[in-house]
């Protein structure tokens, strides 16, 4: 088992860059499992009072909006009141492709076929040619040579798509080859993808959330009060955190994957947990929204929504 010697999990974030980063990262969570729901529309003075619940500051939250603004991912219809801030276009797209992810397994079996990309980029389109890397590995690609990428799946249009979009379509190739046995197809997985990196993710999370989902577990069997806020903290840290895991996975078949892989034991803790929490979390949302929705935020600050 991989799992006894993993690396230290570290959440320590110091940099301006890191903030902004995070702070984005959380109001995507934010709309993405909780205001999509809810008309998808949210005053900045609700989106502040529920990000410090998870350490954000105001200015922290006030510039990711703006940047975001700026980006296409967010867009502001001011009013009398205040401004209130829903997702645009862009921002529906990489909610829609991030649940996709998440949520979404590609085929469990495989054919034996290699989907195999192939690109010669000059020096010249450099930021081109990074950027095709750095997508190729989010579709799932591993890197067989510097220039050569290989998938168990046929993603033969997310490729020509991300070829047309970044300007490169005429500098890569595509093709499926039959894996003829020469090569033990452990050996290539071990060679194209670092699974010990991701393994060990997996392995973090479980020993961070497993516990807390037991004792919470526990405290309501036991009939104690655990407040709505406490609840919506709990559940959208987790949320935060495993909603990272998927991208760093490239979600392969599983006759390519140790017997002793994380990822189901890591989805279903995910999902126990997630649902676990969500009645309580729900409705302390709903408490801040409600405030805001009859104008009294100022008084609502000195009010609390109690737990059952």
Known sequence: MWRKNHAPRTTDIRSSSLIVLRSRSAILTLYGDYLRNRGGEISIASLIRLLNNIGLSDQAVRSAVSRMCRAGILKARRTSRGSYYSLAERGRELLDKGTERIFQRKNDTWDGTWSIVTYSVPERMREARDR???????LG?????????????????EVQDLAKRIGVADNIYSFHVRHNGSTEPGDIVSRCWDLDRIHHKYASFIDEYR??????????????????????????????????????????????????????????????????????????????????????????????????
């Open 141 to 157: 690609y591993g890197a067989l040579s510097e220039a050569t990428w290989i998938s168990p799946y046929d993603l033969t249009k």
């Open 211 to 308: 516990p807390k989902f037991e004792d919470h577990a526990k405290r309501l069997r036991r009939g104690e009060t655990i407040e709505p806020s406490e609840c919506f903290v709990e559940r959208f840290n987790l949320i935060h955190e495993y909603r990272r895991l998927p991208y760093y996975d490239p979600d392969l078949p599983r006759e390519l994957l140790p017997e002793d892989w994380l990822r189901p034991e890591a989805a279903d803790l995910f999902r126990d947990y997630h649902d676990l929490l969500a009645d309580k979390a729900n409705r302390y949302l709903d408490f801040v929204l409600e405030a805001d929705t009859e104008g009294s935020l100022a008084n609502a600050g000195k009010r609390t929504v109690k737990g059952r």
């Open 132 to 138: 095709l890397r750095l997508e190729l590995g989010w």
